[in-house]
């Protein structure tokens, strides 16, 4: 029999790493070539990781909820193969030392495996300064999981220069452990919960979401921006033709496809917004993609409308509805949330007015597209009801200065306040 290891896949350009959020299949199942082994979680899609060989299950390397790096070894498979196995022969001299050697090599191999952490061992020793060296793993071969540091961190057993500290389970439950000599906050893993409390498990999405975000906040400097635009006449003409539309097409005509519009137009003309910070240079991208937050009952996902300044606002909201209806049905692919280059959320669809949003990364900016309300506004001296919008825009200042984003806004603004049916097709 022969053994081949399953490693974790790169889901998406970008893509450095995934987390196991649910294994599909168990230690000794046999599987086929392609069946799906785990459903994996990134910050871009969750997708299903096929097997590469047709086997049985040997090892579960990963845990549920444990992150690897792309190319992490997740499980091992056992294969059949082309050597035959030997009969039991009195042991010598010559079997004993190839034996020793061979200790000796797995020895080194476990020891190698020791000092391999995934991201989250070394996001989580980071931020609670653990001494890595001095923890003793209890995954394969010794490997520290993310599981061994949360029990380290809820017992107070912090690790110093020196000190070897042993996983929490292999402790003896008969002595007390001390209370930690620390003046660190407590982790919000030792919140305390009462009762009539709920716990609800963060979820693989759920995780994914929060450690995409917190690298946005932490690595991005934010900088908010708003501007006030009246879409009346813009509402006018959506209103005048949406139930033609909907009758002819099969799918609604929403004030977010002349938005996503609007901006891919405006991108065209205002390149420097559609850019990215890469550490020692700017990449200015030539696509125009536009991603858009597409929310379920428990998470957010961020599928792509690709060269969005080529497409219509019929084919733009196409796009949306198909795009819509994937996310809510599970049916995303990875292709599918690759490639944006600037973010448009339609928050005014909760009937939202105002917010910050927290940038896309590594996207520059993202542009908050508030509710659609009527309200009396000043005109000529007189005053009018019209239909008034906030559109607010967070950009990366590294990247974009308020110039650039104030003439970026002022013209997204000017399209869609010039949008009718006598200058504006939907084709």
Not at 326 to 355: C, E, H, P, W, Y
Request: overall charge negative.
């Amino acid at each position: 029999m022969a053994t081949e290891k399953i490693t974790m896949p790169q889901l998406g350009e970008s893509v450095t790493e995934g987390t196991i959020s649910k294994w599909l299949v168990a230690v000794g199942d046999t599987v086929n070539k392609y069946d799906p082994l785990a459903e994996v979680m990134t910050d871009k899609v969750n997708a299903e990781v096929p097997s590469s060989f047709s086997g049985t299950i040997k090892e579960l390397i990963a845990e549920e909820g444990e992150t690897l790096a792309v190319g992490e070894v997740i499980c091992v498979i056992e294969t059949a193969g082309s050597e035959t196995d030997q009969k039991s022969t009195p042991s010598t001299d010559k079997e004993d030392t190839s034996e020793k050697a061979t200790n000796v090599v797995a020895e080194q191999s476990d020891t190698s495996q020791k000092l391999r952490y995934s991201p989250a061992v070394l996001k989580l020793s980071q931020e609670h300064n653990i001494d890595l060296t001095q923890v003793k793993g209890t995954g394969a071969s010794g490997r520290i999981t993310r599981k061994d540091l949360q029990k380290l961190i809820e017992s107070g057993q912090i690790p110093t220069a020196g000190q070897q500290v042993e996983s929490v389970e292999s402790k003896p439950t008969s002595q007390p452990v001390a209370p930690p000599q620390t003046s660190r906050p407590a982790s919000p893993s030792n919140i305390p919960v009462a009762v009539g409390d709920v716990e609800i498990p963060v979820t693989g999405v759920r995780k994914a979401i929060a450690a995409n975000m917190l690298r946005s906040k932490h690595e991005a400097p934010h900088a908010w921006t708003m501007i006030e635009v009246d879409a009346t006449n813009m509402v006018a003409y959506r209103n005048s033709i949406k139930n033609e539309f909907k009758q002819k097409e099969g799918f609604n005509l929403t004030f977010f496809a002349f938005f996503v519009k609007a901006v891919a137009q405006a991108l065209k003309e205002f390149p420097q917004i559609n850019s990215m910070w890469a550490g020692d240079k700017i990449i200015q991208k030539k696509d125009i993609n536009i991603s858009i937050a597409v929310a379920t009952e428990d998470a957010l996902f961020v599928p792509v409308i690709k060269n969005a300044d080529e497409k219509s606002i019929k084919g733009i909201a196409r796009e949306i509805t198909e795009l819509a209806t994937k996310v809510r049905a599970g049916k995303l692919s990875a292709d599918d949330m690759q490639g944006g280059t600037f973010t448009v959320n339609n928050t005014g669809s909760f009937g939202s007015i105002q917010s910050m949003g927290i940038i896309n990364y590594p996207q520059a900016a993202i542009l908050q597209v508030e509710s659609i309300v009527q309200r009396p506004v000043i005109i000529n001296g007189m005053i009018a009801v019209r239909d008034m919008v906030n559109l607010c825009m967070s950009l990366d200042h590294r990247v974009l200065d308020g110039l650039i984003a104030g003439r970026f806004l002022a013209r997204v603004k000017e399209i869609i306040e010039t949008t009718t049916k006598e200058n504006t097709s939907i084709y």
